[in-house]
Nanobody, 123 residues
Framework: QVQLAESGGGLVQAGGSLRLSCAAS????????MGWFRQAPGKEREFVAAVDWSGGRSNYADSVKGRFTISRDNAKNTGYLQMNSLKPEDTAVYYC????????????????WGQGIQVTVSS
């Protein structure tokens, strides 16, 4: 079992950058695939990015491709989402999530979730 906690959110102007962190507690973080999702007011939660347990494979939503980078440091039990060139439409609560599987399915199977953190991009 793993517990997840996001940090690094806040308010930023359009065009700016933020780096979200997802700290994991528990065992075997290096066996979990990890993803980031977001939910804007009045909208459904949507996939943002995912990275496999090794850090060797990643996948992105089209809306963030080229602007966001997902990574992880298994030695620190932490995942990251570097967000550059932020737009007002990136405003949302961001969630990190994880699941344990040797196979990598970027958009599915997540059974561990953080509490979420607010990211607000002003125009």
């Amino acid at each position: 079992q793993v517990q997840l906690a996001e940090s690094g959110g806040g308010l930023v102007q359009a065009g700016g950058s933020l780096r979200l962190s997802c700290a994991a507690s528990g065992d075997f973080f290096n066996k979990y695939n990890m993803g980031w999702f977001r939910q804007a007011p009045g909208k459904e939660r949507e996939f943002v990015a995912a990275v496999d347990w090794s850090g060797g494979r990643s996948n992105y939503a089209d809306s963030v491709k080229g602007r966001f980078t997902i990574s992880r440091d298994n030695a620190k039990n932490t995942g990251y989402l570097q967000m550059n060139s932020l737009k007002p439409e990136d405003t949302a609560v961001y969630y990190c999530a994880a699941y344990m599987n040797i196979n990598f399915s970027p958009r599915g199977e997540y059974n561990y979730w953080g509490q979420g953190i607010q990211v607000t991009v002003s125009s």
